[in-house]
């Protein structure tokens, strides 16, 4: 009997040379598994499928994890503003990982001898499939045969061809890679240190219908979007689908991400991400509302570790879930309503309502008045406050005479 092997599957060049490299050359029963995390139609899901049964394999599946990558993962990085160097909502990363161990998971559940995916020995894919397959199938056998032959994209094509397979794979210029919390965009431009996209590279382009502004509301409870503007939603993931199909058409979200490849080496990508921008935005400011100044430090340290760890691989390190229980445990509350014009190419922030606004006028106003301390009291406290200062400076002043002398 053939040994059994799931195959992670997009339906691209790269997965469709694998599925017939791993199932005429190495004589396996090629499962192919494509995970749906909010990137794929129904009729793209549709042409994916007819394409893996010509080209050969066993049987092919579509899970669609969208709700599961949300709520493992997507709804952390909200609750922690999570943002890499400060530009990029992890669109690529994230995705990749929850579609790595859905894979893990559906070779187990079917009993495979061999998984595979089709990553490149030059990126960071290959180290966020192999590690989540290592730790949650550690018997099962990874094979990469792109990575392993070091095959051109020509090479693939020609290997296709000489098995009857005359499928059109153009050369795109530009990568584009697109899920739930955002689409990626390589290209030329992303290969140098200067240079911006161009419009054309970017999926969704500005309409003219978006020549005006628009105001929405953002509505959260206890952290999570639940409704925009007077629409109601029976579960975050479809306000984000629906935000994304409000913000898209003003080109929002957009920028090109400068980070370190997980393989050490410098890198850009270009991205659009409307939805995840302008909730990670609208939630940023709500929180700066309604949660305390430490609460505030401590989530910024923790979402930079966050940020990193999932970049890099590193999603089932039991420190991610407890970094996760104190994101959640911040988000009691933050409720509230986000006020957000939208305008070609970017967007504002007008502010928010809240009844765990702690902005309160009955406590004072900035730079106003107050209503809870006296001059006396403030007087006081700057004198206890600065006391060890004071001490330092002195004594360290006194050391400096003596040293002069």
Same mark, same amino acid.
């Given at each position: 009997?053939?040994?059994?092997l799931?195959?992670?599957?997009?339906?691209?060049?790269?997965?469709s040379?694998?599925?017939?490299?791993?199932?005429?050359?190495?004589?396996?029963?090629?499962?192919?598994?494509t995970i749906n995390?909010g990137?794929?139609s129904?009729?793209?899901?549709t042409?994916?499928?007819?394409?893996?049964?010509?080209?050969?394999?066993?049987?092919?599946?579509?899970?669609?994890?969208?709700?599961?990558?949300?709520?493992?993962?997507?709804k952390?990085?909200?609750?922690?503003?999570?943002?890499k160097n400060?530009?990029?909502?992890?669109?690529?990363?994230?995705?990749?990982t929850?579609q790595?161990k859905?894979?893990?998971?559906?070779?187990?559940?079917?009993?495979?001898?061999?998984?595979a995916?089709?990553?490149?020995?030059?990126?960071?894919?290959? !180290?966020? *499939?192999?590690?989540?397959?290592? %730790? +949650?199938?550690? &018997?099962?056998?990874i094979?990469?045969?792109?990575r392993? #032959?070091?095959?051109?994209?020509?090479a693939e094509?020609?290997?296709?061809?000489?098995?009857?397979f005359?499928?059109?794979f153009?050369?795109?210029?530009?990568?584009?890679?697109?899920?739930?919390?955002?689409?990626?965009?390589?290209?030329?431009?992303?290969?140098?240190?200067?240079?911006?996209?161009?419009e054309?590279?970017?999926?969704?382009?500005?309409?003219?219908t978006?020549?005006?502004s628009?105001?929405?509301?953002l509505?959260?409870?206890?952290g999570?979007?639940?409704?925009?503007?007077?629409?109601?939603?029976?579960?975050?993931?479809?306000?984000?689908?629906?935000?994304?199909?409000?913000?898209?058409?003003?080109?929002?979200?957009?920028d090109?991400?400068?980070?370190?490849t997980?393989?050490?080496?410098?890198?850009? !990508?270009? *991205?659009?991400?409307?939805?995840? %921008? +302008?909730?990670? &935005?609208?939630h940023h400011?709500?929180?700066?509302?309604? #949660?305390?100044?430490?609460?505030?430090?401590?989530k910024s340290?923790?979402?930079?570790?966050?940020?990193?760890w999932?970049h890099?691989?590193?999603?089932?390190?039991?420190?991610?879930?407890?970094?996760?229980?104190?994101?959640?445990?911040?988000?009691?509350?933050v409720?509230?309503?986000?006020f957000?014009?939208?305008?070609?190419?970017r967007f504002?922030?007008?502010g928010?309502?809240?009844?765990?606004d702690?902005?309160?006028?009955?406590?004072?106003?900035?730079?106003?008045?107050?209503?809870?301390?006296?001059?006396?009291?403030?007087?006081?406290?700057?004198?206890?406050?600065?006391n060890?200062?004071?001490i330092?400076?002195?004594?360290n002043?006194?050391?400096?005479?003596?040293?002069?002398?």
């Open positions: 009997m053939k040994k059994k799931v195959l992670a599957y997009s339906g691209g060049l790269d997965t040379f694998c599925a017939v490299y791993l199932s005429k050359k190495l004589d396996y029963e090629v499962h192919a598994v995390t990137g794929f129904e009729e793209e899901i042409a994916i499928e007819k394409r893996a049964y010509e080209l050969g394999v066993y049987s092919y599946t579509c899970i669609d994890a969208t709700e599961a990558y949300y709520t493992s993962c997507v952390y990085l909200i609750y922690g503003n999570v943002l400060n530009t990029y909502p992890l669109s690529v990363s994230a995705e990749r929850i790595a859905s894979i893990a998971e559906y070779a187990i559940e079917v009993n495979a001898d061999a998984v995916h089709g990553s490149t020995g030059a990126g960071n894919d290959q !180290v966020r *499939f192999d590690v989540i397959f290592n %730790i +949650l199938c550690p &018997k099962v056998e094979i990469t045969p792109i392993d #032959l070091k095959l051109s994209r020509e094509i020609q290997f296709l061809a000489e098995n009857g005359e499928i059109n153009e050369k795109a210029q530009y990568s584009i890679n697109k899920g739930l919390w955002g689409t990626s965009v390589g290209g030329k431009e992303t290969l140098t240190s200067h240079g911006y996209l161009p054309s590279a970017f999926p969704s382009q500005l309409e003219n978006a020549a005006t628009t105001e929405l509301t509505h959260f409870k206890k999570e979007i639940q409704g925009i503007n007077n629409k109601t939603f029976s579960n975050p993931v479809k306000a984000i689908q629906y935000l994304e199909s409000i913000a898209t058409p003003y080109a929002i979200g957009r090109i991400h400068v980070g370190d997980i393989v050490g080496i410098k890198g850009r !990508v270009g *991205f659009e991400a409307a939805a995840a %921008i +302008l909730i990670l &935005k609208a400011l709500l929180e700066k509302h309604t #949660l305390s100044k430490f609460q505030l430090n401590l340290q923790l979402a930079d570790w966050y940020g990193s999932l890099e691989g590193l999603f089932l390190d039991p420190a991610m879930r407890d970094i996760e229980v104190f994101f959640e445990n911040t988000q009691d509350k409720n509230g309503k986000v957000i014009t939208l305008l070609p190419y504002i922030l007008n928010i309502e809240s009844d765990n702690l902005m309160n006028a009955k406590f004072g106003s900035y730079g106003e008045m107050n209503l809870g301390w006296s001059g006396e009291d403030v007087k006081g406290y700057s004198k206890i406050i600065s060890s200062l004071s330092y400076h002195k004594v002043a006194n050391q400096t005479e003596v040293d002069a002398n």
